[in-house]
């Protein structure tokens, strides 16, 4: 049965919630209550302060219990500490292939052509048929899967319309490439996973994909280093068969599919980190949900000053002050029932303010902001200056858009909060449409799509001013790196020499 809950969905600033009016109030820790056996790093939860030289950092000014709305404290933004580009060396001429190589390594080739030939095996023994099999190779696999993408770019209405020869209309260079009998064997034995290993965990919902899932991941961050700044957010894969973990999202353009949380560059989309949603452990709602997420998809930049920007799902006081201590600086918009935020009227939505005004308050790190838009977006950040601004684009009276002045941390979130959506947009257009029971293979071809997408954006990278797909963009880039996958394997059942003028009552039109 599908998820539904309302709380696993994500719609960023503009949801409308009621003011419960409900708000616990933390425990005010003293300086009495401090015991020299505590752990150093729970008492810089609760104090925001982890001061390992016992000496008072540069600008600590106190601890706040309330929310001040004047006489606030000056903050700066730290700079990130990694360098941000490419890990490896690329040439500047490196083809679409030798970027991509340097994330589908020989590794997860060979863990795919054994795990299909295996399966192959498995399944022939205990239901013998008469269609041939031999074992796949590295070649035929490599041409396998370039088939796939070019089946995203170039779509038709059927896969078997691409080895119809018939009709000039469906002529293609495809059964040159492979026959379509042995594409079929290949798409019908496709594994990634030994169904037989004792060792494998089936309790993990994921066994069939999780050890691929991993080594690409790893192939991710170790190709690619962020520019410091990220958005986190959820992605959808499109599946409609039945599945426990299967969610329904009415908000998301794709409503009804596996959910993935992705941490991706917010300039480029480049995904540097992600996790994928199996529901509900043992029937159980997990508590902190949203808290847990963030904090497992920072953590490889803990100590990095990274700036990490997430819409209201996720954002929270607590979500804030643990980011901050852990050396991550944070900014979202938050839902305006979340505990511990400001409780006086002018910073509520009760707080009737007109079109594009603004209140401030300061706690401590934290910078909260409310401002009037078409509704009321709430902002909370653990690194802005409360007194910093900048601008976003509004239309005011029905007029053109004009820059609107908004809190510092506002105008970022609007910049730096498209990462994700700008991947999902990259991913889409040539997404590999296909239809099968087995949800695993969506989740494969949704991440060979993202691999391709962010070894260009590497290959971008590397290029400089001068690269040649500069101009052509991922669409150019990505058809020459199916060219280069597909090898033309012998075909028995493909013809020689494809027909090279049409055939029928429209070829009397065409000059020759």
């Not at 994500?10 to 616990?24: A, K, P, R």
Request: net charge negative.
């Amino acid at each position: 049965m599908a998820a539904t809950e309302d709380d696993f969905d994500s719609e960023g600033s503009d949801i409308e919630l009621d003011d419960s009016g409900e708000f616990e109030r933390e425990e005010v820790v003293t300086l009495e209550d401090y015991d020299e056996n505590d752990d150093p790093l729970d008492r810089a939860q609760e104090w925001d302060l982890w001061d390992t030289d016992g000496e008072e950092e540069d600008g600590f000014y106190g601890f706040q219990v309330d929310w001040r709305t004047e006489g606030y404290q000056p903050r700066k933004a730290k700079q990130f500490t990694r360098k941000p580009g490419v890990k490896q060396p690329i040439p500047e001429d490196a083809s679409p292939l030798d970027v991509f190589s340097c994330i589908f390594t020989d590794e997860l080739w060979d863990m795919l052509v054994m795990e299909t030939n295996r399966y192959a095996e498995q399944t022939r023994e205990h239901s013998p048929t008469n269609s041939k099999w031999k074992p796949v190779s590295k070649t035929e696999m490599m041409t396998f899967v370039g088939l796939c993408l070019a089946f995203g770019i170039m779509q038709l209405p059927a896969r078997r319309d691409f080895w119809r020869q018939t009709k000039w209309l469906y002529q293609t260079n495809v059964p040159k490439a492979m026959a379509r009998d042995r594409f079929d064997m290949i798409w019908r034995y496709l594994h990634l996973q030994d169904n037989m290993d004792p060792a494998v965990d089936k309790t993990d919902k994921l066994w069939k994909i999780r050890q691929w899932m991993d080594l690409l991941l790893v192939r991710f961050q170790a190709l690619y280093e962020v520019n410091g700044f990220v958005s986190v957010d959820e992605s959808m894969v499109k599946y409609k068969g039945r599945l426990g973990f299967r969610q329904y999202l009415p908000m998301k353009p794709v409503k009804w599919g596996i959910k993935v949380w992705v941490m991706a560059e917010s300039k480029t989309g480049y995904v540097t980190n992600f996790q994928v949603y199996t529901g509900a452990i043992q029937g159980k709602t997990e508590k902190d949900l949203a808290h847990r997420i963030v904090s497992d998809l920072v953590a490889p930049y803990y100590g990095s000053n990274l700036s990490v920007y997430m819409d209201n799902f996720y954002t929270s006081v607590k979500l804030m002050e643990d980011l901050k201590v852990r050396g991550v600086q944070a900014c979202g918009t938050v839902r305006a029932n979340r505990k511990d935020l400001p409780k006086i009227k002018q910073l509520t939505k009760k707080a009737e303010l007109n079109k594009h005004e603004f209140n401030v308050a300061q706690r401590d790190d934290l910078t909260f902001c409310i401002w009037q838009d078409t509704k009321a977006v709430m902002v909370l950040s653990n690194y802005h200056d409360p007194t910093a601004h900048g601008f976003v684009r509004r239309k005011a009276n029905g007029q053109r858009q004009t820059e609107v002045r908004v809190p510092a941390c506002l105008a970022d979130y609007q910049q730096q909060m498209k990462g994700v959506d700008l991947l999902d947009q990259m991913v889409g257009y040539y997404q590999i449409h296909h239809r099968s029971t087995k949800w695993w293979r969506r989740l494969f071809f949704y991440f060979v799509t993202v691999a391709c997408y962010n070894a260009f954006v590497a290959a971008r990278s590397a290029g400089g001013a001068e690269w040649k797909y500069r101009r052509g963009g991922y669409k150019d880039w990505l058809e020459d790196l199916t060219q280069e996958l597909i090898v033309p394997v012998t075909a028995r059942s493909a013809p020689n020499v494809l027909p090279t003028s049409p055939t029928g009552a429209s070829a009397e039109h065409d000059l020759v």
